[in-house]
């Protein structure tokens, strides 16, 4: 079991746009460049797929020791061993999640643009809080806006990790590092590239001092 890292790039797959062996090749160029954490987001293929998808996906992040963090699916996560899930307002709750995964998962918790929500998902055992869209997607539909000074006040208020998600470019990016977020969580922005590589690096070198 992987633990979570103190800051950096959280690659998320972008799966509506690649087959698997896509995928499995971008992700590996994303790992290679300097993302710290992967989480497998699938919404859009059957169970056998995202199972064969994920066991694939598990064994590349082993190599590169980056935890491998399963949006949705609890079951799956346990079945494959995953390093930890992903979990929102329609899922299992987490302080349910902790009791079904054991105390040494990671388990991270979608707040929206909710700091009550984070409040609450840090006394019930999550490991790290995402907050967002922070900024304009069409990763996901019907996201909540969050302001960048929301990470300011959640840094204030909580101990647990920071994510950030939706949009963020090489152009943005920074402003949410600053704001105190200590992981950036990006889909479009790696996975559009034929070749994620050179801006996986730059997202990367958003974290420099
Ligand atoms: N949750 C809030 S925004 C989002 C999710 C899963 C999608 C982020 O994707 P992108 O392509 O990095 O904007
Ligand atoms: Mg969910």
Same mark, same amino acid.
């Given at each position: ?10 690659a998320?797959?972008?799966c509506?746009?690649?087959t ?6 971008k992700?590996?160029?994303i790992l290679?460049s300097?993302a710290v954490?992967l989480?497998?987001?699938n919404k859009?293929n ?22 491998? =963090? ?5 079951? /799956?996560?346990?079945?494959i061993? +995953? !390093?930890?899930?992903h979990?929102?307002? &329609?899922?299992?709750?987490c302080?349910m ?5 054991g ?8 707040c929206?643009?909710d700091?009550?929500?984070a409040?609450?998902?840090e ?18 539909k019907n996201?909540?806006?969050?302001n960048?000074e929301?990470?300011q006040?959640?840094k204030?208020?909580?101990?647990l ?6 949009? =963020?470019?090489?152009?943005n990016g920074? /402003?949410l590092?600053?704001?105190g +977020? !200590? ?5 479009? &922005?790696?996975?559009?590239p034929?070749?994620p590589?050179?801006v996986?690096?730059?997202y ?6």
């Amino acid at each position: 079991m992987k633990l979570l890292p103190a800051k950096g790039l959280y690659a998320i797959t972008d799966c509506e746009n690649h087959t698997t062996d896509h995928l499995i090749r971008k992700t590996k160029q994303i790992l290679q460049s300097g993302a710290v954490m992967l989480q497998y987001r699938n919404k859009y293929n059957d169970l056998a797929t995202r199972e064969l998808q994920a066991r694939e996906l598990k064994i590349l992040c082993d190599n590169y020791n980056v935890p491998f =963090i399963i949006n949705d699916d609890i079951e /799956l996560a346990i079945a494959i061993s +995953a !390093d930890g899930v992903h979990l929102g307002k &329609g899922d299992r709750s987490c302080d349910m999640a902790r009791v079904l995964i054991g105390e040494q998962m990671i388990i991270g918790i979608s707040c929206y643009n909710d700091l009550d929500r984070a409040i609450a998902a840090e006394n019930t055992g999550a490991t790290y809080i995402a907050f967002g869209a922070f900024f304009q997607t069409n990763t996901k539909k019907n996201t909540v806006r969050a302001n960048p000074e929301l990470i300011q006040e959640a840094k204030q208020r909580l101990k647990l990790p920071v994510v950030a998600i939706g949009g =963020i470019t090489l152009e943005n990016g920074k /402003l949410l590092v600053d704001a105190g +977020a !200590d992981f950036l969580a990006v889909v479009s &922005g790696i996975y559009r590239p034929d070749d994620p590589s050179r801006v996986t690096q730059s997202y990367v070198t958003l974290f420099d001092n």
